[in-house]
Structures are given as structure tokens and as C-alpha cells.
């Protein structure tokens, strides 16, 4: 462990990481940052703040957008569910091809309709919220399924988790 008190002045350690000496620095707001530290864009290295900054000037969502959000994904992910739930598990083994191929459908309906309802705002965890909404849902006809035996039932509402969400997560990027 390097002692900080014996740094001598032309020693530059990580900001982060007041043991790790190095020489590379932030471009916007040059501090000293070390190769673990560095997020290296096309044309300069960043530190992790500065990228989080970049970022934020991008999302000009707020906090009302997830409330939006939830009340819109809401609703279409227990119609999604009960499709996939009830409906879809009627076709016997071709249900799972069904799945497959809806679920993407379902995933990028819920996803728009939730990118049109917040006017196109990005916000951080804009897409996480809307694929925990149809994740708890999922869940519930999950357990549902199980608790009543439906084993061969529960399949297409777990392609519907994986790749409904996959789906919306990709959308609300």
C-alpha cells in the first residue's frame, strides 16, 4: 500500500483509486484517472462522471415519465399475460413457436405505447421499469400456473418474460 503522505509532486494517482499511480487524465475535466477508471470514447477518455454527465444531458425524461409509464405498461402487460397465459397455451405444442414469435410483438407493443405515452422522453431507468412491470405480472401467472398444477401452461409465459422484456429493454433504450 503506498502511503499517501509520501507522494512526491510529480506522482499523479488515480482519483478513485488513491494507490494506483498513473498518467492518464479526463479530458473534460482533467483529473487523473487510472487504466480500470478510464471509459474510452472515439476520440478521448472520460472519467466515470463525465460520462454519467454526457449521459444525463441526453435523458430529459422526469419522474412523472415512470408513473406514465407504469400506468400504461400496466394494463397491456396483464393483457399480454392472460393471451399468453390462456389463449396461447389452447394450440398444444405449436404454442411454443406461437410464443416465440409474439412475444417480441407483445414486448415492442408494450414498449412503444409506453415511448408515445412519455412523448419520446429517455430517462435512465425508463426501460427497466416498464420490463419490471411485465416481469411481475409474468410472475403472477407464474405462480398462478404452478399453484394449479398447469405446468405445460407456464412455457409460453416464460418466453413471453425472456423475450418480452428483452424486447421492451431494447425499445426503451
Known amino acids: 500500500m503506498i502511503d499517501l503522505a509520501d507522494k512526491t509532486s510529480d506522482e499523479q494517482f488515480c482519483y478513485r483509486h488513491p494507490d494506483r499511480e498513473t498518467r492518464l487524465r479526463c479530458s473534460d475535466c ?3 484517472i ?10 478521448k477518455n472520460l472519467c466515470p462522471e463525465c460520462v454519467r454527465d454526457h449521459e444525463d444531458r441526453a435523458f430529459t ?3 412523472g415519465d415512470y ?3 407504469v400506468l400504461i405498461a400496466l394494463p397491456l402487460s396483464v393483457v399480454a399475460v392472460v393471451l399468453f397465459g390462456v389463449f396461447i397455451p389452447g394450440f398444444g405444442l405449436m404454442s411454443w413457436i406461437i410464443a416465440v414469435v409474439c412475444a417480441p410483438v407483445a414486448g415492442g407493443m408494450i414498449g412503444e405505447a409506453v415511448r408515445l405515452g412519455v412523448r419520446r422522453r429517455r430517462s435512465r431507468y425508463l426501460g427497466r421499469t416498464v420490463a419490471a412491470t411485465l416481469a411481475a405480472c409474468c410472475f403472477l401467472m407464474l405462480f398462478s400456473r404452478f399453484f394449479q398444477g398447469n ?4 412455457i409460453p409465459i416464460g418466453i413471453l418474460l425472456f423475450i418480452g422484456t428483452a424486447t421492451i429493454l431494447a425499445r426503451l433504450r
Open 34 to 43: 487510472c487504466p480500470a477508471c478510464t471509459v474510452r470514447t472515439e476520440v
Open 30 to 32: 482533467d483529473r487523473f
Open 61 to 63: 425524461g422526469d419522474w
Open 67 to 69: 408513473l406514465v409509464a
Open 151 to 154: 405446468l405445460f401452461g407456464m
